[in-house]
């Protein structure tokens, strides 16, 4: 998946709950926050559908980064949790 594929599907979801898969075989889940051409960041949230505060300490912040270069692929979270 190339770069600006990438953003294309960022910018599409923003708002939505997706699950993105790194370079490294990470899997991170949680509602995209903000999109811009070199990164995306997403608010994770726990098993039980809130948000994962925990080490992050997340406030009113856009949530993780994460490069679009590392990311190999994504998909709307709705697909793969009830």
């Known amino acids: 998946m190339s770069q600006s594929q990438v953003?294309?599907?960022?910018?599409k979801y923003h708002?939505?709950?997706?699950?993105?898969?790194?370079?490294?075989g990470k899997?991170?889940?949680?509602?995209?926050?903000?999109?811009?051409?070199?990164?995306?960041?997403?608010?994770?949230?726990?098993?039980?559908?809130g948000y994962g505060f925990g080490f992050?300490?997340?406030?009113?912040?856009?949530?993780v980064g994460i490069a679009l270069g590392a990311i190999t692929g994504i998909a709307l979270a709705g697909a793969f949790f009830w």
Not at 27 to 49: A, S
């Open 27 to 49: 899997v991170h889940v949680g509602r995209i926050t903000k999109v811009d051409q070199n990164m995306v960041w997403i608010r994770p949230e726990n098993n039980l559908g």
């Open 7 to 11: 953003y294309n599907l960022c910018c």
């Open 56 to 63: 992050w300490g997340f406030g009113p912040g856009f949530g």
């Open 15 to 24: 708002g939505q709950r997706v699950r993105i898969t790194d370079k490294q």
